[in-house]
């Protein structure tokens, strides 16, 4: 069974920082693609970032140039280091991989979310 599980959210003050963290644990050969998405209330969830296993990155326009994804693959881990938060920065963050089993399957995982909060 494989599990993706955030941490790092919270409240933070506009101009802030956080860091989130997503660990994939269980059986598997590899996670390929991880990235992180985002849903505010009342609107679809959108793509924040994704890196791939090289560490080739890609953003959406809102968050480039403020949030930084990295990963450890060694650990199964992925990042997200979130600056100059802003108030629209508010939202549900989801993990998301594509984890590879023993079989060369790939299967699509998501975690249950870590909710990040930007207000005074």
């Known amino acids: 069974q494989v599990q993706l599980v955030e941490s790092g959210g919270g409240l933070v003050q506009p101009g802030g920082s956080l860091r989130l963290s997503c660990t994939a644990s269980g059986s598997f050969r590899v996670v390929n693609i991880m990235g992180w998405y985002r849903q505010a209330p009342g609107k679809e969830r959108e793509l924040v970032a994704l890196?791939?296993?090289?560490?080739?990155?890609n953003y959406a326009d809102s968050v480039s140039g403020r949030f930084t994804i990295s990963r450890d693959n060694a650990k199964n881990m992925v990042f997200l280091q979130m600056n100059s938060l802003r108030p629209e920065d508010t939202a549900v963050y989801y993990c998301?991989?594509?984890?590879?089993?023993?079989?060369?399957?790939?299967?699509?995982?998501w975690g249950r979310g870590t909710q990040v909060t930007v207000s005074s």
């Open positions: 890196v791939s296993r090289g560490g080739i990155t």
């Open positions: 998301n991989g594509d984890v590879m089993d023993y079989d060369s399957k790939l299967t699509n995982y």
